[in-house]
T-cell receptor, first 110, second 112 residues
Framework: GQQLNQSPQSMFIQEGEDVSMNCTSS?????WLWYKQDPGEGPVLLIA?????ELTSNGRLTAQFGITRKDSFLNISASIPSDVGIYFC??????????FGKGTRLHILP | KAGVTQTPRYLIKTRGQQVTLSCSPI?????VSWYQQTPGQGLQFLFE???????NKGNFPGRFSGRQFSNSRSEMNVSTLELGDSALYLC???????????FGQGTRLTVV
């Protein structure tokens, strides 16, 4: 079946640094979604992308829908301690099914 | 408007028992999907219901079942619980015809 390859699996950064993570697939998606999950809670939707090439920002977060429709990236600028958590990408395919990446665990060093 | 509501938030059950979890989607949303998340694991897709019909199904044993009611509320049932069923169970609702999916806070199931 369709799979999303999300990388990196985890990352350790200094507070104030910028962060970049991405998802790639061999298949095309019609929608890309980015979520953040805090421990013991459900994932919260950060950004939704609907068109190839679309670049969308939400505060310090920026995400792009790849031109080929097979990839997406999420950038976080000037990271702060509350950015710690697991970030998931998800793609909605032509069958309306949502496929999730395995997540990127973000750690911020003091 | 109200978000996705999952009940209960926490549950402790004994091996061999069965359990039913509930999910109330966002008003107007017709699709409800269920996921299992274990420590260190990603989101494992269980099944999706749309307008009371199961539309997609993941690779879980038949002990895991679900249903959706006419008001779009959904329940998930796990029979003959095993220790490995301990997990955070999440449901997500969406319009069902594309677009975003929104998650509830999850039900933390512990099997002892």
């Amino acid at each position: 079946g369709q799979q999303l390859n999300q990388s990196p699996q985890s990352m350790f950064i200094q507070e104030g640094e910028d962060v970049s993570m991405n998802c790639t697939s061999s298949s095309i998606f019609n929608t890309w979604l980015w979520y953040k999950q805090d421990p013991g809670e459900g994932p919260v939707l950060l950004i939704a992308l609907y068109k190839a090439g679309e670049l969308t920002s939400n505060g310090r977060l920026t995400a792009q829908f790849g031109i080929t429709r097979k990839d997406s990236f999420l950038n976080i600028s000037a990271s702060i301690p509350s950015d710690v958590g697991i970030y998931f990408c998800a793609g909605r395919n032509r069958d309306d099914k949502i496929i999730f990446g395995k997540g990127t665990r973000l750690h911020i060093l003091p | 408007k109200a978000g996705v509501t999952q009940t209960p938030r926490y549950l402790i059950k004994t091996r061999g028992q069965q359990v039913t979890l509930s999910c109330s989607p966002i008003s107007g949303h017709r699709s409800v999907s269920w996921y299992q998340q274990t420590p260190g694991q990603g989101l494992q897709f269980l099944f999706e219901y749309f307008s009371e019909t199961q539309r997609n199904k993941g690779n879980f044993p038949g002990r895991f079942s679900g249903r959706q009611f006419s008001n779009s509320r959904s329940e998930m049932n796990v029979s003959t619980l095993e220790l490995g069923d301990s997990a955070l169970y999440l449901c997500a609702s969406s319009l069902g015809t594309g677009g975003e999916a929104f998650f509830g806070q999850g039900t933390r199931l512990t099997v002892v």
